[in-house]
């Protein structure tokens, strides 16, 4: 068995707040499904709705800080929303708003893809590929703010 003296504890503890409070990189932020929400604006936004203290300390730990001559935030051209067919099942807010909703927004289009979790593919100008937004927990009623707010209503992108 490990025998630690309190100051090897105190050591890896302050190791593990370091780490723990520092930015995450691109990939793990992926992983957690907050690539869409670049600037930590959308953090304060995110954490109106959220209410989970843990989800928006990871949604801070990837974004990045509003820079004083942005004052509009990042839209896109479009979106695809992925999912999988066969697991919409397992996600009553998406279909709700492919069923009842999503005709607000002719530049977004639903794509099935074979065992993919839902998400968000945004779209720039020209239809290509800006970033990668999973929505597995979100509320219908926040799916329909963000695209409000991100992507605009018309586009030749799709």
């Known amino acids: 068995m490990i025998q ?7 050591l890896c503890f302050t190791l593990l707040l370091v780490i723990t409070s520092q930015q995450l990189n691109t990939k793990d932020c992926e992983n957690l499904g907050f690539t ?24 801070r730990k990837c974004c990045t800080e509003d820079s004083d001559d942005s004052m509009s935030k990042i839209t896109y051209s479009g979106a695809v929303l992925e999912v999988c067919s066969r697991k919409l099942v397992f996600y009553p807010e998406v279909v709700g708003f ?31 590929y800006k970033e990668t937004i ?5 509320k219908r ?8 707010e991100k992507v605009k209503r018309t586009s030749s992108a799709i």
């Open 4 to 10: 630690w003296n309190v100051l090897e504890f105190v």
């Open 36 to 59: 869409g929400l670049a600037l930590c604006s959308d953090c304060n936004t995110f954490a109106e709705y959220v209410k989970n203290e843990e989800l928006v300390s990871d949604c």
């Open 98 to 128: 492919i069923e009842e909703e999503k005709d607000q927004f002719p530049s977004v289009r639903i794509q099935y893809v074979f065992n993919s979790p839902p998400k968000l593919v945004m779209l720039d100008n020209d239809g290509q």
């Open 134 to 138: 999973r929505i597995d927990n979100w």
């Open 141 to 148: 009623e926040h799916l329909l703010q963000f695209l409000t």
